[in-house]
């Protein structure tokens, strides 16, 4: 280190010191964790030079949310990721109170800028505001702008918070950089701001994309905005939200689908949706993908249960697998990359075979798998249907399938939680062409499942210690089922 080291410097000698002490088999097969201590949001999730870079919300110091630096890693495939040294830390009048979430685009010069909310500390008698703040570097080292913050409050309308203003989100467009930012307003509560730049640095508001109306939650945090299959998707997680629809309470994902209409600045709703149903998800961040795929992560984790969550490695926080997302029949959908199938093992396969009691099936067992049951209702009296999973004598997940009336309860109560959380999502699963699929990933302390090729998410962490690794099905009435299980190393 040199002789008069930088608070970066610290932190990334720091990450050499903890990278040595730290083994691969205390974390997910696939899904990112930090180095070390505290992740939370994705940011400049991007493609540069020949790589996903993805980079987090990140305390290296501690276990628990503390002055936000930047974490980095990269991978080829999504799934297979290495540590990067910390990209950026808090050191500057701009961002001294944290550098928030943000996201990465690449320059027409071939660097790749980071934009993100500096949070300035507050000073006698102010509140801590946030601006937009900009670093250009080459992958690895990001020098920051002199002019940070670049966006501030004054470039805004009236009406719009200093307090609130955070997680731009930023794209290059008809020659020009856009980008879309979280803001509060004072009657409309949350919006999503859409602004523009010629050089990254001089930006101005364009308009407003869309407005929260009180209806979904209060600040709307990490808005994406991206067009797929001809229409223009919005996503936001909202704060502090009221159950309604097919919203639960709390921290949740909203994906507005709809239209531009350029010429005269608007977005025009058509349908909103859950991004996903489960008990950890919040503030996903989407990446175009060379081949075209729109890739979506997600923080695994949500602001209310991560307070109770236990701390059993030297790091907290997953990024959720990687997903393309797609639309179908209106709605944002969502599979597991297709690269997820370089990670299958043994493959197990049962075709139709008949359930009730509850039973297991030879070779399905694992806390590591990728498995999809297929549910046959055709001509069976079967109205529920039960699968467990991280089973052992004092702990299981239910997922539990009510047929009749098409729903899907997830539920962790007995995963091994002492905490009084959440710990139970119903969700919409309906018989389609006459059969119901769930496909699960589970990669030790998380399930993801994916109902009706990916027509619903439900992400959740799962606290079960590794060795209860029992799978059982079970019915009400005699039912067929499918079932092909992939085990993953
Ligand atoms: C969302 C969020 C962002 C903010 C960041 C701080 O989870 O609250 O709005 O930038 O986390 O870590």
């Known amino acids: 280190?040199?002789?008069?080291?930088?608070?970066?410097?610290?932190?990334?000698?720091?990450?050499?010191?903890?990278?040595?002490?730290?083994?691969?088999?205390?974390?997910?097969?696939?899904?990112?964790?930090?180095?070390?201590?505290?992740?939370?949001?994705?940011?400049?999730?991007?493609?540069?030079?020949?790589?996903?870079?993805?980079?987090?919300?990140?305390?290296?110091?501690?276990?628990?949310?503390?002055?936000?630096?930047?974490?980095?890693a990269v991978s080829n495939d999504l799934l297979h990721w290495t540590y990067m040294p910390c990209a950026l830390a808090p050191d500057t009048a701009a961002d001294a109170g944290g550098c928030f979430s943000g996201s990465a685009v690449e320059t027409p010069d071939g660097k790749l800028m980071l934009v993100y909310t500096g949070v300035q500390p507050a000073g006698t008698f102010r509140r801590e505001t946030q601006a937009q703040c900009v670093a250009v570097g080459d992958g690895k080292d990001f020098e920051k702008s002199l002019l940070n913050p670049v966006i501030r409050h004054a470039h805004l309308p009236e009406g719009y918070s200093e307090f609130d203003f955070r997680d731009p989100k930023v794209w290059r467009e008809d020659g020009v950089y856009r980008m879309v930012v979280g803001n509060r307003h004072e009657e409309?509560?949350?919006?999503?701001?859409?602004?523009?730049?010629?050089?990254?640095?001089?930006?101005?508001f364009v308009t407003e994309i869309d407005a929260c109306r009180k209806e979904y939650g209060r600040m709307w945090e990490c808005p994406d905005y991206f067009p797929l299959s001809g229409k223009q998707v919005l996503?936001?997680?909202?704060?502090?939200?009221?159950?309604?629809?097919?919203?639960?309470?709390?921290?949740?994902?909203?994906?507005?689908?709809?239209?531009?209409?350029?010429?005269?600045?608007?977005?025009?709703?058509?349908?909103?949706?859950?991004?996903?149903?489960?008990?950890?998800?919040?503030?996903?961040?989407?990446?175009?993908?060379?081949?075209?795929?729109?890739?979506?992560?997600?923080?695994?984790?949500?602001?209310?249960?991560?307070?109770?969550?236990?701390?059993?490695?030297?790091?907290?926080?997953?990024?959720?697998?990687?997903?393309?997302?797609?639309?179908?029949?209106?709605?944002?959908?969502?599979?597991?990359?297709?690269?997820?199938?370089?990670?299958?093992?043994?493959?197990?396969?049962?075709?139709?075979?008949?359930?009730?009691?509850?039973?297991?099936?030879?070779?399905?067992?694992?806390?590591?798998?990728?498995?999809?049951?297929?549910l046959l209702p055709q001509g069976s009296a079967c109205r529920r249907f039960t699968l467990h999973v991280a089973k052992d004598a004092g702990h299981y997940i239910g997922i539990r399938c009510d047929l009749a009336r098409g729903e899907l309860v997830f539920d962790r109560s007995h995963g091994g939680s002492h905490r009084d959380i959440a710990h139970t999502r119903h969700v919409i699963a309906e018989v389609k062409n006459k059969k119901l699929t769930l496909r699960l990933l589970m990669d030790k302390e998380s399930i993801e499942l994916f109902i009706n090729d990916g027509e619903r998410t439900v992400t959740s962490l799962i606290p079960t210690p590794l060795s209860a690794d029992g799978i059982t099905f079970a019915a009400d009435a005699p039912i067929a089922l499918s079932v092909e299980a992939h085990h993953l190393a």
């Open 1 to 72: 280190m040199s002789k008069n080291p930088t608070p970066l410097d610290r932190v990334r000698e720091f990450e050499r010191e903890q990278a040595m002490k730290l083994s691969a088999d205390e974390r997910p097969l696939f899904h990112l964790t930090p180095l070390v201590g505290w992740m939370n949001d994705p940011n400049g999730f991007c493609w540069y030079k020949g790589q996903y870079h993805l980079f987090c919300q990140y305390h290296p110091f501690s276990r628990q949310w503390g002055p936000m630096h930047w974490g980095h």
């Open 188 to 204: 409309k509560s949350g919006t999503v701001l859409l602004m523009e730049s010629k050089d990254g640095l001089d930006w101005h």
């Open 235 to 374: 996503i936001v997680s909202p704060q502090e939200m009221r159950a309604r629809e097919e919203f639960h309470a709390g921290f949740g994902t909203v994906c507005i689908i709809g239209r531009y209409l350029k010429k005269d600045r608007q977005f025009v709703r058509e349908s909103v949706q859950p991004v996903d149903h489960g008990l950890n998800f919040y503030a996903p961040q989407t990446v175009l993908a060379p081949d075209g795929r729109r890739i979506m992560i997600g923080w695994m984790d949500n602001w209310e249960t991560c307070k109770e969550a236990p701390r059993r490695h030297p790091w907290y926080g997953q990024m959720s697998a990687p997903r393309e997302v797609f639309m179908e029949n209106g709605r944002l959908c969502q599979r597991p990359v297709k690269e997820m199938e370089r990670l299958w093992q043994d493959t197990v396969i049962h075709e139709q075979v008949p359930v009730m009691e509850e039973t297991s099936l030879p070779g399905v067992q694992g806390r590591l798998m990728d498995m999809t049951v297929t």
